[in-house]
């Protein structure tokens, strides 16, 4: 199984962009996906999780509103679209994957298989 992320780039505060996380070797319709970030100097932290076969999201407070996951079954890829980014946002963002999550988990151990990550920058 991997896991491609993208999407990463430089952006200014209250812009938006979109990661992409594309799935090979497993079919994300029966799997459990998640967002994870880590800023330099800091511990990474759940972003948003999405469980594909029942649609149930989860999403960290401090991006809840602004970010929202999903996942396309037919490109075999989940998105996270980052709206009215701030500067705290800025991190390495991955993707994680759990193949028999049955619910949208925000621990980050309950994940078998972790995309590369993707830098995005917000500035101010």
């Known amino acids: 199984v991997q896991l491609q992320a993208s999407g990463g780039g430089s952006v200014q505060s209250g812009g938006s962009l979109r990661l992409s996380c594309a799935a090979s070797?497993?079919?994300?319709?029966?799997?459990?996906i998640a967002w994870f970030r880590q800023a330099p100097g800091k511990e990474r932290e759940f972003v948003a999780a999405i469980t594909r076969s029942s649609g149930d999201t989860n999403y960290a407070d401090y991006v809840k509103g602004r970010f929202t996951i999903s996942g396309d079954n037919a490109k075999n890829t989940v998105y996270l679209q980052m709206n009215s980014l701030k500067s705290e946002d800025t991190a390495v963002y991955y993707c994680a994957l759990n193949p028999s999550g049955r619910y949208a988990s925000r621990d980050q151990y309950r994940y078998r298989y972790w995309g590369q990550g993707t830098l995005v920058t917000v500035s101010s």
């Open positions: 070797g497993l079919t994300l319709s029966s799997a459990t």
